[in-house]
């Protein structure tokens, strides 16, 4: 549920002590953009050095980030301007239609052999890679668009909603600095209208977030009235 959910919008300064350190701060390059934005973001909640991210997240814009989270932010650090977090609790019937922006790392269970656990893979290149090589170039831009809204369809079968429309705007791979080796995510940004159907599923998979690497901005569903 949404119970006691709160919807923050926090910016980075633009005075100058922080803007030298932008490029440290917001580089780049989408990868390590990523991985700095994860950093960047936690320090709104580093209350606790064993504290598990309770929250989501995504970056709207260069330097603005909005957050659900179940704390209110804190910048400790003078790093942001915080706006004054709101209460999200909104109040949903069936049959409600509404816009949506989602930044998800969407996945599907790979089959293994018999008795083995399935291991996770990027939608966009499970649908491409029953082709032969030559023909995966011409086909990515399909395979985004029909991975990209088949993933959100079976989203929105358990978790209480419908699409109307939906298109993916983007589409990339990110290569993320881990201890061990690098783990490699695919995001996809999706934007488009969907109907309400189970009102309570729909909210509690709102405050839960959708797919996976959520703690690098993923996951996090912007809605508002159609």
Known sequence: MTEGLLLSRARLRRD???????QLLLPE???????????LVW????????RRRDFLWR????GCFYVLSRRPPEDCHGLFDLDPPKVFAPTLTAGDRLTFMLRANATVAKALERGARGRRA????????GLPSGARAPARGAAIQEAGAGWLGRQGERCGFEIVAVRVNRYETLSLERTGAPMQIGV????GTLRVTDPTAFLGA?????????????????????
């Open 16 to 22: 100058a002590p922080i803007r030298a350190l932008a």
């Open 29 to 39: 390059g989408a990868a390590a953009r990523a991985s700095s934005t994860h950093r």
């Open 43 to 50: 320090t709104l909640f580093a209350d606790d050095p064993e």
């Open 59 to 62: 970056e709207s814009e260069p």
């Open 122 to 129: 990027d939608v966009v290149m499970a649908a491409l890679h």
């Open 188 to 191: 996809l940004d999706l934007e």
């Open 206 to 226: 709102l405050g839960a977030g959708f797919g996976r690497a959520k703690a690098f901005g993923c996951g996090l569903m912007l809605i508002r009235r159609a």
